[in-house]
């Protein structure tokens, strides 16, 4: 498998490499989201959420906030708010930019992600997703991603759960340095 792989911890170091220059590189970008937002929608512009990532630990997965959940456990639990009328805006944007996710380079820093792999998802639904789809769990055999195979071809949002998991077992079963390279230039 990939993760056991002797150039893992190549990808690794270029994860960590690359999160920290994009880290300093995006800076004024990441303070002027973060103060529209603070302006936009108020305070709290970090939210923070729990997924769960590689051998299906749970870690805390920083985003931007788009919207202010009803109550403490509705994003935990709620699928789709593509159409919740407490996003406001600039939360619309940043979801269709996807510059909501600029914070999990954070995450790759920590080692809780990797630049590609598969995307985390939540515990309650990746506890439905295991018992529905075959292989759904076997994405868990590698560090999730900011990106990854399934992203760059269609498949988030609100999309097939089945073809994600498809996507991201094919990722991992054909694993090298190349494929992240390719996947991160679309």
């Avoid at 302006?39 to 709290?44: E, I, L, Q, S, Y």
């Avoid at 709620?78 to 919740?84: A, G, L, R, Y």
């Avoid at 994600?164 to 494929?179: C, K, P, T, V």
Wanted: charged share 25%.
């Amino acid at each position: 498998p990939a993760f056991r792989s002797p150039l893992w911890p190549v990808k690794r170091i270029g994860d960590v490499i690359a999160a920290a220059v994009a880290l300093v590189l995006l800076s004024p970008l990441l303070l002027v989201l973060a103060l529209v937002n603070r302006v936009v929608d108020g305070p709290g512009v970090i939210f923070r959420q729990e997924r769960i990532g590689v051998d299906g630990k749970p870690f805390e997965l920083l985003k931007f906030r788009s919207l202010r959940p009803a109550t403490s456990n509705e994003s935990a639990t709620k699928w789709n708010i593509k159409n919740d009328d407490r996003v406001s805006w600039y939360g619309k944007f940043l979801r269709k930019s996807s510059l909501d996710e600029l914070p999990q380079l954070v995450n790759i820093l920590r080692g809780d992600m990797a630049i590609v792999g598969p995307r985390p998802e939540r515990p309650h639904f990746t506890e439905q997703f295991s018992e529905i789809y075959p292989y759904y769990g076997s994405r868990h055999r590698v560090p999730c991603g900011l990106t990854g195979w399934a992203q760059i071809h269609g498949l988030r949002g609100d999309t097939s759960i089945a073809g994600r998991a498809r996507f991201d077992n094919f990722y991992i079963e054909n694993w090298s340095l190349w494929l992240d390279f390719k996947i991160v230039l679309r």
